[in-house]
């Protein structure tokens, strides 16, 4: 009786941590997006930026010339974690477990004197002021902007893995003693 309330728990164990992955494999598929996205009215001057990463909507947009980085991050949404429509809020998970994301724009651009690529790279956590030169920096037409983010595992997610793994390496113990010993 103990031996087969033992199995049954850790096959649950094990379900619901490959249920967990793939909810996350799911979740941080990429959307592609073969439009550009007019934001410039008609008879403005226009700039060409793409954006990629971790934002809620990617791809080219049509900007109006001199737009900062922070507008460009507005329009597309905002970041977002693992490029899902999820959204950082406030940096803590829905268990209450604290994880502040660190959020890294990265400026892409061609230097045609040069005729070299120049990248520039701001870093920030949520709840602190934006770094220097990033909100008022002015896009450009053929700049590409690409968001990451960075977050630590909260101890859920610790616990998940681990009940996952020993889950894993129990059913594996049961059935090499059924089968083989």
Known sequence: MNR???TALLTVVMLAGFGITETYAQRDMPEFRSDIVRLAP????ADTI????????RGRFMVPRGTTVTQMLSYTGGPGIGGSTTRIGDGRSIFGFYSRPQVEVYLHRFDEMEQRETLELWTYRLREPFPEGMRNYQLKNGEYVTV?????PTTLQYVLFGI???GSLAGGYFLVE????
């Open 42 to 45: 008609p008879g403005v001057l």
């Open 4 to 6: 087969l309330f033992l």
């Open 50 to 57: 793409n954006v990629w990463g971790a934002v809620s909507m």
């Open 148 to 152: 990451n983010i960075r977050t630590r």
């Open 178 to 181: 059924r089968f083989f010993l």
């Open 164 to 166: 996952s793994t020993v």
